[in-house]
């Protein structure tokens, strides 16, 4: 009989421990901020990223310009891996006037403006940041960073694999 | 859209790296005030940048950094009632001013680049 009671009450504590995690995930506001979709594997970490948080709970933002919202929405035109797109130069614009602000935010950079946006967030948000680094300058890049943040580096173009992996180490850590 | 592609300006190096830029605006101009990221001039531009992120006055021109994802950093310099008034501004506040005095006497170097509308340029 107490072994019955010191089972429910340790699942009880269980469930509102999970409750409580749940409650967290849906309330935190992730933004990926994309950078200039010219490689090619930006586009395919954004889709599977998204939907990856979007899974675990997460309310996800892609941010993106012009070019960006075009090819996530012709690859995903369903909203299935993306639910929220927004104009990146608005979002900003919203976070520096105070009326939008994001608990994490994944700064895509594979150039030198990629660094220079995701910068600007860490001066202007109150998100923790992670840097996702890429493509060819993908170490140079990483060593210029001076902003606090986590760097996830894979000097790729094409292959996105070493990136998602490392990523799903990154992820995992946060849903823990 | 922001104010700044429906106004008439000057680039005065394009394509290049934020830093560039900021070394450029701060040899360049006669006067250099350094603001944070997101500084709001023109009534809705943003400045997007790696801080400290120098903003230059040249006679009445403001001179500063403008970044776009596909394109780079560029410097733009603007010479309007609006750029006097946003000069002012910058000398009211006075974010860490510095001048150099020394700068005053180099020639003035003209834009690399002539003007050209924000259509021409983004046009994809």
């Not at chain 1, 019955?4 to 990926?32: C, G, H, P, W």
């Not at chain 1, 995903?76 to 979002?91: E, H, I, S």
């Not at chain 2, 500084?39 to 790696?50: H, L, R, S």
């Not at chain 2, 950094?65 to 950093?73: A, N, Q, V």
Request: glycine fraction near 4%.
């Amino acid at each position: 009989m107490l072994i019955a009671k010191v089972e429910i009450r340790i699942n009880l504590t269980f469930l509102q421990i999970k409750y409580v995690r749940d409650k967290i995930m849906t309330d935190s506001k992730v933004l990926l901020m994309m950078g200039c979709p010219e490689v090619p594997i930006q586009t395919s970490i954004a889709l599977y990223l998204s939907h990856k948080l979007n899974k675990s709970g997460f309310d996800v933002t892609v941010a993106g310009n012009d070019a960006v919202i075009k090819l996530v929405k012709v690859s995903d035109f369903d909203g299935y891996y993306v639910k929220k797109m927004v104009n990146l130069d608005k979002t900003l614009e919203d976070i520096i006037e105070k009326r939008l602000d994001f608990d994490i935010c994944f700064a895509f950079m594979h150039n030198d403006s990629g660094l220079t946006f995701a910068a600007t967030m860490s001066a202007i948000s109150q998100a923790k940041m992670y840097s996702i680094i890429f493509g060819k300058n993908a170490e140079a890049l990483e060593e210029a960073i001076e902003f606090d943040c986590v760097k996830i580096v894979a000097s790729d173009v094409h292959n996105p694999t070493r990136l998602k992996n490392r990523l799903d180490k990154v992820i995992e850590e946060i849903v823990k | 859209m922001s104010c700044i592609e429906q106004m008439k300006y000057e680039i005065l190096l394009q394509r290049i790296s934020f830093k560039e830029a900021r070394e450029y605006i701060e040899k360049n101009s006669d006067e250099v005030y350094y603001v944070s990221p997101g500084y709001k001039i023109f009534k809705d531009y943003y400045i997007i940048g790696v801080p400290p992120i120098a903003v230059g006055a040249k006679g009445n021109a403001l001179i500063f950094p403008y970044t776009k994802p596909c394109h780079g950093s560029f410097v733009l310099s603007i010479e309007n009632e609006d750029s006097i008034k946003e000069i002012t501004r910058l000398r009211e506040t006075g974010k860490e001013k510095e001048t150099d005095s020394s700068k005053k006497s180099k020639p003035y170097e003209s834009p690399r680049v002539s003007a050209t509308s924000y259509q021409d340029m983004w046009k994809e």
